[in-house]
């Protein structure tokens, strides 16, 4: 157990729709990290914040969104879904923002039908 | 930021050691090398971490050449629970770090 904690574990929604998912950073974590993995794509960095400011951005899409709350807490805004955004999206957590130590989640798995 | 190339995937028999290499040619002073595991459905776990030289934890060492310009993850008598895709990374701290997996390597554990 990582401490890392994500929420929903599924989720499966239909395109055009969207979807909010959440992550706890470990307890004194102040970045988070989002990523994308999919079966074609390997894992993808999208964003990173660190306590409450965005701090780096990778493939994010212009219709994926995150923010980084006062309690450190963070959500991924996934909308106008298609079906190629199905994957597992992964939150990650570290004590600073320069570190390659990062705990994973367990993930939330996308399904868009 | 700094390029990693490892193999694409290896094959290994329980009980032997099995060495990873990763090439990382335009690593930077301030990098550090990490290398992350990760199962079928899970999200990667970090393994071990280091600037130079030799590194070594209960679950495996990472090896550093004076130059750098590769690290070799080692992991001591395997089981076939270590089937998974170990992943190298080099750390560029940019005032917004962008951490990169790249494909990784497969590594798959025969009894």
């Known amino acids: 157990d990582s401490g890392v904690t994500q929420t929903p574990k599924h989720l499966i929604t239909a395109t055009g729709q969207r979807v909010t998912l959440r992550c706890s950073p470990r307890s004194g974590d102040l970045s988070v990290y989002w990523y994308q993995q999919s079966l074609d794509q390997g894992l993808q960095f999208l964003i990173q914040?660190?306590?409450?400011?965005?701090?780096a951005k990778g493939n994010i899409l212009e219709r994926f969104s995150a923010q980084q709350f006062p309690d450190l807490h963070s959500e991924l805004n996934l909308s106008s879904l298609e079906l190629g955004d199905s994957a597992l999206y992964f939150c990650?957590?570290?004590?600073?923002?320069?570190?390659?130590?990062?705990?994973f989640g367990p993930g939330t798995r996308l399904t868009v039908l | 930021l700094a390029k990693t190339t490892q193999p694409i995937s290896m094959d290994s028999y329980e009980g032997q050691e099995v060495n990873i290499t990763c090439s990382h040619n335009n690593i930077a002073t301030n990098d550090y090398i990490t290398w992350y595991q990760q199962f079928p459905s899970q999200g990667p776990r970090f393994i071990i971490q280091?600037?130079?030289t030799k590194v070594t934890n209960e679950v495996a060492s990472l090896f550093i050449p004076a130059d750098r310009k590769s690290s070799t993850l080692s992991l001591p008598r395997v089981s076939l629970s270590d089937t998974a895709v170990y992943y190298c990374?080099?750390?560029?701290?940019?005032?917004?770090?962008?951490?990169?997996f790249g494909a990784g390597t497969r590594l798959f554990v025969k009894a």
């Open positions: 990374l080099v750390g560029v701290p940019t005032g917004g770090f962008k951490t990169i």
């Open positions: 914040y660190y306590n409450g400011e965005e701090r």
């Open positions: 280091g600037y130079k």
């Open positions: 990650a957590s570290s004590d600073n923002q320069y570190t390659d130590t990062q705990y």
